[in-house]
């Protein structure tokens, strides 16, 4: 296997295990889009981001909606506001080429050096999104009818797609992708984390979070269980705060840090009464 296939090796603020980094590097050097699943808050799109930053590329970032269609991504035709030139007399308006307006897919084939194109959350999206992009993303590149023109990748992106695997996706679309779960970070991996968003941190402390951290996502019956994320959060607000921390765990001072749902500080409520 040949030096270029291992090019990333994750950035100081993203930790990643070996599993990721290899697969990371292979989809990159087979060309394949790269399909990340994995609980919200477990780096997904830090991912993109970091693979973006430590390859010096450009991120394009095409955020899914649930009615967002695969049209968008690669171009638009704005035949209102052509009418509306038409009308008023407006120059160019015979040119259709002026209301053509390229979708993030389109700005990615475009582009004059190869960037890091991140399709973001897929799964909002309805059923039929993944099968629409299918001939886009295999053969890097789509026609628009408007013009009679084909656009071509000049630098084929690298391509990350997360998804919360909140639905499944179509067979025939995971086969043109390489795959990868991200597991939840386990205790000692969670600490590397920390400490490469906050180098100065007290050994002391990063015991404490994770301790309180994990017993809260494990002991707790939670409508939403804390990322890696809010834990970041927590540390800042914990820091930020003055307060003592070492009674984390029976505490859990600033635990709105931790937990977004009425229902989940409720349970957390009730289990300190439980313990007086």
């Not at 296997?1 to 100081?12: A, I, L, N, P």
């Not at 690669?74 to 009308?87: A, F, G, I, M, P």
């Not at 993944?130 to 391509?159: C, G, H, Q, S």
């Not at 920390?194 to 402390?205: F, Q, T, V």
């Amino acid at each position: 296997m040949s030096e270029q296939v291992y090019q990333f090796k994750g950035t100081d603020n993203y930790v990643i295990d070996d599993d990721l980094m290899l697969t990371v590097n292979i989809a990159v050097g087979m060309k394949k889009p790269l399909l990340v699943k994995g609980e919200p808050g477990t780096g997904k799109t830090a991912l993109a981001e970091a693979i973006a930053a430590a390859l010096g590329k450009k991120l394009i970032i095409w955020s899914i909606k649930s009615t967002t269609k695969a049209q968008d991504g690669l171009y638009q035709y704005d035949v209102v506001r052509r009418l509306y030139d038409s009308e008023l007399g407006n120059e160019g308006v015979d040119d259709v080429k002026n209301y053509i307006k390229l979708g993030k897919i389109g700005e990615a084939f475009t582009s004059d050096e190869q960037c890091v194109l991140l399709i973001d959350e897929i799964d909002k999206a309805d059923l039929e999104f993944p099968n629409d992009l299918l001939w886009e993303l295999d053969r890097m590149e789509f026609y628009i009818p408007e013009t009679d023109e084909t656009i071509k990748a000049k630098n084929p992106p690298i391509v990350v797609i997360t998804s919360n695997a909140e639905k499944e996706l179509p067979d025939a679309f995971l086969r043109r992708c390489a795959f990868h779960f991200i597991e939840f970070p386990n205790k000692e991996l969670m600490a590397e984390i920390i400490r490469a968003h906050y180098p100065d941190i007290e050994e002391e402390l990063v015991e404490q979070v994770i301790d309180a951290f994990f017993h809260v996502r494990e002991y707790f019956e939670l409508k939403k269980k804390p990322s890696t994320s809010e834990l970041l959060d927590w540390i800042s607000a914990l820091k930020l705060s003055g307060l003592p921390t070492d009674r984390l765990r029976q505490d859990l001072p600033l635990i709105g840090f931790l937990l977004k749902k009425d229902e989940d500080l409720e349970t957390a409520k009730n289990s300190f009464r439980g313990l007086r």
